[in-house]
């Protein structure tokens, strides 16, 4: 159980983790199950908690989470091409594209262009929702509009979330780790 502890503790914390395998030793036999028990949790917690892991698992959320939604948005236009529904063909593909487009930067540039892109991007976005909802005669195709606006809305400002905090958390890791 140490060799794992010492196996799962990041790297900036490894002298630790050799630490504890040396005082298993000097641990009473009938304790060093439960103290290798706490070795592995206390080496879980410093993984969990370094920058590299909070930094891989945001963005792996949110790359993975913007293509994830691409291609249901590439999906829900293939549907509409079949009604002869062009504007909500292409909604679908641009905002797939988007998406893409949103991917690709976040992999490239990381957590600011997240930022750079979905403020912006949501700014329009809710401008086009109120725009529908006040200006429009309710129908379900601007329903339809509305409620895709929305989801679009609801993922971009998970997304905004998830990149903010993340890059925050990082910033106070780095300073005060």
């Known amino acids: 159980m140490i060799a794992l502890a010492i196996k799962i503790a990041p790297p900036e ?18 304790e ?12 879980v917690r410093a993984r969990v908690a370094s920058p590299r ?3 891989g698992i945001a963005r792996g959320v949110l790359i993975g989470g913007a293509m994830g939604w ?11 091409s079949v009604t002869d529904a062009l504007a909500l063909e292409a909604l679908g593909y641009t905002t797939a594209l988007l998406f893409v487009v949103g991917a690709l930067a976040t992999a490239r540039f990381g957590y600011r ?12 976005l809710a401008a086009m929702a109120i725009s529908i909802r006040l200006s429009s005669v309710p129908t ?11 989801e679009d809305l609801a993922v971009l400002m998970m997304a905004l979330v998830v990149a903010v905090a993340a890059s925050r958390l990082i910033g106070a890791q780095r300073e005060f780790g």
Do not use: K
């Open 13 to 30: 914390r490894q002298a630790w983790f050799e630490a504890m395998a040396a005082e298993l030793d000097h641990v009473p036999e009938a």
């Open 32 to 43: 060093r199950l439960l103290f290798a028990a706490g070795c592995v949790l206390a080496a």
């Open 53 to 55: 892991f909070v930094h």
């Open 70 to 80: 691409a291609a249901m948005n590439i999906r829900f236009a293939g549907r509409m």
């Open 113 to 124: 262009a997240t930022i750079s892109l979905a403020t912006p991007l949501i700014a329009v």
């Open 140 to 150: 379900p195709i601007a329903d339809l509009y509305f409620a895709l606006i929305l």
